[in-house]
């Protein structure tokens, strides 16, 4: 793919969090969330929420993310999730964001199953198959990453979130960005859901090929 336009909002030269409004959305009230980022803190308690999740509640965390983020089955059935899984901890107080949740469970099914250096083997193009579908041009650019950088994907997701290491991971991910979009098309990302995107088509890259996670068979 050719050269695109992509407005990177936020700042890999920093460790610390830069997240714009965008990506501080409650389910709840996103206008009352964009009044303040997800701090580091909020990030990384979100993200131990949704892996615990994905560990005690496999089956319905696999089965949410089957389902089409765009419609009203699947935010109730994530608002289902998320209350029959209080044995997780989740506080009343914890900044929550749909798709960061669902990035999180992604990574926490994702290392159910895979030891690290396993991914690109588990996302490699099958030639034999039809493409993977994608539900907009954001998408096929995380699909397209993924398949392209597998170990600096991996290598990311191992990271903490929010965490100088990360900020190294996503430095090496930045290249692999443009190639990856249509000549003329324009992506806005920031460092908290490019993570989430990115486990997200690495997740459905591998059940796409047949590498369904055991624990949820």
């Known amino acids: ?10 700042v890999l030269a920093l460790a610390a ?7 501080a959305q409650d389910h709840n009230d996103r206008a009352h969330s964009q009044a303040r980022p997800f701090a580091p803190d909020d990030a990384r308690t979100l993200s131990e929420f949704a892996k615990c999740v ?8 696999r089965a949410l993310l ?5 419609t009203a089955a699947y935010q109730r059935a994530l608002i289902h999730l998320t209350q029959i899984s209080g044995d997780c901890g989740l ?4 900044r929550f964001n749909a798709d960061l949740f669902a990035g999180g469970l992604a990574e926490g099914l994702l ?14 193009l099958d030639t034999t198959r039809p493409p993977i579908p994608s539900r907009d041009e ?6 397209c990453v993924v398949r392209s950088a597998p170990g600096e994907v991996a290598a990311l997701l191992r990271t903490e979130p929010s965490s100088a290491p990360e900020t190294v991971a996503l430095r090496s991910i930045v290249p692999h960005l443009a190639p990856c979009l249509r000549g003329g098309v324009s992506v806005n990302v920031d460092r908290l859901m490019l993570r989430a995107s990115l486990a997200l088509a690495a997740y459905r890259l591998s059940d ?5 996670l055991a624990a949820t068979r």
């Open 66 to 70: 089957d389902m089409d983020n765009r």
């Open 111 to 124: 290392q159910a199953r895979f030891q690290p250096g396993d991914l690109a083997a588990h996302v490699a």
């Open 138 to 143: 954001a998408e096929l650019m995380n699909l």
């Open 1 to 10: 793919m050719g050269l695109a336009r992509i407005k990177l909002f936020f």
């Open 54 to 61: 994905a560990l005690r509640k496999p089956l319905q965390a």
């Open 17 to 23: 969090i830069g997240a714009g409004g965008a990506v």
């Open 91 to 94: 506080a009343g107080d914890m």
């Open 208 to 212: 796409y090929n047949g590498f369904a």
